[in-house]
Every structure is written in C-alpha cells, then in structure tokens.
C-alpha cells in the first residue's frame, strides 16, 4: 500500500444497523463502497478495476444464493493475495468442508464486534 493512499474496502453486510455504524466509522480511514446484495457485489468485484480488502458477512439475506462465502472466492479469483475479513454470527469451524476451505486465511470477526476489532485489521494508521 503506498503511502498517502486510502485503501479501498468493499464492505458486503444485510444488517442496517451494523452497516451504518461501519460505515460512518470506516469512513475516516478508508475509501468504502458498501451493498448487502452477494450478486451485486460480485458485480462491483468484476468491474472494479482495484480493491483492497473485502469485509463479508457469510449469511447476506436469508437463504439468498449465492452468499458471503461465493463473495468471497469471487474475489480471491480475482485478487489472491488481497485481504479477507470474514463476518459472520457462527464460527467457521460450523461450516461445510467447502466453505471452510473458502475462509481458511481470512481474518475472522465474529459479531458482536467493535470497531476497533476490525480496524486493528484493516491496512490503515489509527491513533489509539
């Protein structure tokens, strides 16, 4: 990341709540684009010529699919080396084999979590 430069953070949650209050709190550190549709943002990912990091809740509207974790290997597709933060209510260790597969390497927030939490990481200098 050079210097100076705002990382870009494609944020994919359904809940509103947490949503605002991740955004209003990202927003003073990072450029961030939001949607809590899986198909939307695996459009913004095909169309998005640079992202940084992904946020992702695993479980976006009940039983829509794709989910979070097709989100995820959507970006990974595209961008391998770039930073994961996966969000969900259950821990990873509940999921099917494939899924696990999918999260192995991901830095992993399960909620309730404080913004600290997820700022500690993310790629940007905070004054704590």
Request: proline share 11%; net charge negative; with cysteine.
């Given at each position: 990341m050079l210097q100076g430069i705002r990382p870009r953070v494609l944020l994919v949650e359904d809940e509103h709540d947490l949503v605002w209050c991740m955004m209003e709190g990202l927003s003073h550190h990072v450029d961030i684009q939001h949607t809590d549709s899986a198909v939307e943002a695996m459009r913004i990912i095909r169309e998005?010529?640079?992202?940084?990091?992904?946020?992702?809740?695993?479980q976006l509207i009940e039983g829509q699919?794709?989910?979070g974790v097709h989100v995820i290997?959507?970006?990974r597709e595209?961008?391998?080396d770039r930073q994961v933060v996966y969000i969900s209510?259950?821990?990873?260790?509940?999921?099917?084999?494939?899924?696990?597969?999918?999260?192995?390497?991901?830095?992993?927030?399960?909620?309730?979590?404080?913004l600290n939490e997820l700022l500690l990481l993310l790629p940007v200098d905070v004054d704590r």
């Open positions: 998005s010529a640079q992202l940084d990091v992904l946020v992702c809740d695993r699919t794709p989910n290997r959507a970006f595209k961008w391998p209510g259950d821990a990873p260790e509940g999921l099917p084999d494939d899924e696990q597969e999918t999260v192995r390497g991901t830095s992993v927030l399960l909620k309730p979590f404080s």
